[in-house]
Nanobody, 115 residues
Framework: QVQLVESGGALVQAGGSLRLSCAAS????????AGWYRQAPGKQRDFVAT???????NYVDSVKGRFTISRDDATNTVYLQMNSLKPEDTAVYYC?????????WGQGTQVTVSS
């Protein structure tokens, strides 16, 4: 079993930056991939970014050039650096990790971007 704990969500003005963290309860060196998803009120949970074991990253088009996903194996943490935030980025952000075909989710962290 793996616990994922997100943090870093906050209220920020448009154009601002935030860094989200996802701390895992075990080593992430064997993690197949980790990703960030977000869910706005009344909408489905959508893909934002993912990072593979080899460090390769993918992003949804709407965040390319603004968001960066990274991982720190020494601290078992996955990050999402978010710059140039827009009101449409407002959502609950969830961390997801895949270990040997099992999928784990965190509890989410709220990001609110004011115009």
């Amino acid at each position: 079993q793996v616990q994922l704990v997100e943090s870093g969500g906050a209220l920020v003005q448009a154009g601002g930056s935030l860094r989200l963290s996802c701390a895992a309860s075990r080593s992430i060196r064997s993690m197949i991939s980790a990703g960030w998803y977000r869910q706005a009120p009344g909408k489905q949970r959508d893909f934002v970014a993912t990072i593979a074991r080899d460090g390769g990253a993918n992003y949804v088009d709407s965040v390319k050039g603004r968001f960066t996903i990274s991982r720190d194996d020494a601290t078992n943490t996955v990050y999402l650096q978010m710059n140039s935030l827009k009101p449409e980025d407002t959502a609950v952000y969830y961390c997801r990790a895949i270990f040997t075909a099992r999928v784990y989710w965190g509890q989410g962290t709220q990001v609110t971007v004011s115009s």
